[in-house]
């Protein structure tokens, strides 16, 4: 699921970013590596397993945000008679790793690369994953090399994959790419990048699906304090983020006909969700007229407006049901019986970004080993069910990462206002506590606990007033005004 993205615009000495050393400490997260990790990263970057085919020829880049050398992904796109073809490369981390090994052992552990808004704590060690595996320009790396063949419409005629030799041309950034095609500089691949993205996410549409823009908070000091501001994705990232989409839905089927797998699941959110984002869209000053699917909305709203930002920031909640399902039919395990993802109405594998998730490594070595008529490596279909239990840990401990995050962001653009009026909605109420519920405030769009006085009226516009922001435990308190 999108993550709520924070980034921290402040000087390393600020306040926020001792607290969030402090943040880092109590939450008791390993950034050290253990010496025979490290040890056995730099004796296998020198000797990945290579590949015999190569596709060094292909005009492969890369986009990311800038300054990133975690490079999972390159792709090369061209037109193929009247539809078109994408070939997507992707680090192939299974080229380094050792099964039972200590990086193996290590990333199992880890599960998952950890976000702070200043720092992030990786899955793999940097000589690996901002190295020796890492798709940099100019470099020869083993890859898994899909081609995704479409027709005129953007619908998918062939996927395949296999691995190759590949050599990235370019590291290009979002700003940059949208720079150059809205400027009408950009060179064929990326027109047609903007022609497929606007493509798939036609598809998307018609399948009733909705990728969230999600923006980027950014925290800026301010007059001895913090101003909360966004910044609006440009549509090259949700164009980037469609060819990543198509890869994981085509790998979804491959695994699917297959018998063995592991996908990436999300059942239809419940009423009581949609009801409690009607609330928040009114906090926010979100048009959101009645009979208005919830993915038309989605499609109207402009993430650079504030509200919108803020909005599209709590739609994420709509995705904590998400989950891993791993399937194996020799082993009498069958595929879900909803196999979907609600948000892309799809069936969906998380299979493009091994360097920074474990689930992907293995999704990987299934789809390859399928594709060329082989087998399972025995080390994935050992371990494949057990899979989803470590992601369901890593992704709690995301989850508990991102919110102690928040929490500590709003409770410091709110010190020193105790006191203060704000005009807030109530969008929850506790069944058996009726004065004590959450509101959502529209300025600035934070989400707390209001207690006291009488019953909270649950969807309604009240005045509140800030009775405790303590960054220290997180946390921050209002009360009816």
């Not at 306040?15 to 990790?37: C, F, K, S, T």
């Not at 890369?62 to 539809?83: E, F, I, K, V, W």
């Not at 994420?316 to 399937?327: K, M, S, V």
Request: charge should be negative.
């Amino acid at each position: 699921m999108p993550r709520q993205q924070l980034r921290i615009r402040a000087a390393d000495t600020a306040r926020i970013n001792r607290e969030l050393a402090e943040l880092r400490a109590g939450l008791d997260l390993d950034r050290d590596w253990p010496a025979e990790v490290l040890a056995e990263a730099e004796r296998v970057a020198g000797v990945p397993r290579l590949p015999e085919f190569d596709a060094t020829d292909l005009e492969l880049f890369t986009l990311d945000p800038p300054g990133s050398m975690d490079l999972d992904q390159a792709m090369g796109l061209s037109r193929r008679g009247s539809g078109y073809r994408v070939h997507y490369a992707i680090a192939d981390v299974a080229a380094f790793v050792q099964p039972g090994g200590a990086i193996d052992t290590e990333a199992r552990r880890r599960v998952q690369t950890l976000y702070f808004p200043d720092t992030r704590i990786p899955l793999h060690p940097a000589r690996l994953s901002e190295g020796a595996a890492s798709l940099l320009p100019g470099e020869l790396r083993p890859a898994l090399l899909w081609q995704l063949d479409l027709d005129a419409d953007g619908a998918v005629l062939l996927a395949d994959v296999r691995r190759a030799l590949v050599r990235s041309r370019r590291r290009l950034d979002y700003e940059g790419v949208q720079g150059a095609i809205d400027s009408g500089g950009a060179d064929e691949q990326l027109r047609l990048l903007g022609e497929i993205g606007r493509l798939r996410e036609a598809r998307e549409a018609d399948r009733g699906g909705v990728s969230l823009p999600v923006p980027e908070q950014e925290v800026e000091a301010v007059d001895g304090g913090y101003r909360l501001g966004y910044r609006a994705p440009r549509p090259a990232d949700g164009w980037n983020a469609q060819i990543s989409l198509l890869t994981g839905m085509a790998a979804a089927d491959l695994m699917l006909d297959a018998g063995i797998g592991l996908l990436r699941t999300l059942p239809a959110a419940p009423e009581s969700a949609y009801a409690r984002l009607r609330r928040t869209a009114k906090a926010l000053e979100v048009d959101w007229p009645e009979g208005t699917p919830y993915p038309v909305l989605i499609r109207s709203l402009d993430p650079a407006r504030a509200n919108h930002a803020a909005f599209l920031k709590e739609c994420t909640g709509l995705l904590r049901g998400a989950g891993y399902h791993a399937f194996d039919a020799a082993q009498g395990v069958a595929p879900p019986a909803d196999p979907g993802h609600a948000a892309l109405a799809a069936p969906y594998a998380h299979c493009t970004a091994p360097l920074r998730r474990l689930a992907d490594r293995y999704a990987q070595e299934i789809c390859v080993a399928v594709a060329g008529g082989t087998d399972v490596p025995h080390w994935v279909s050992e371990q494949l069910l057990a899979v989803p239990a470590l992601m369901e840990a890593g992704d709690r401990r995301a989850r508990e990462v991102e919110r102690a995050c928040i929490d500590l962001v709003e409770a410091e653009l709110l010190r020193g206002r105790e006191g203060e009026r704000f005009d807030a909605v109530v969008i929850d109420v506790d069944e058996r506590r009726p004065a004590t519920g959450t509101v959502q405030l529209r300025e600035p769009a934070v989400v707390a606990r209001c207690e006291g006085g009488g019953a909270l009226p649950l969807g309604e516009r009240i005045k509140v007033k800030l009775t405790l922001a303590d960054p220290a435990a997180r946390t921050v308190r209002f009360a009816p005004a």
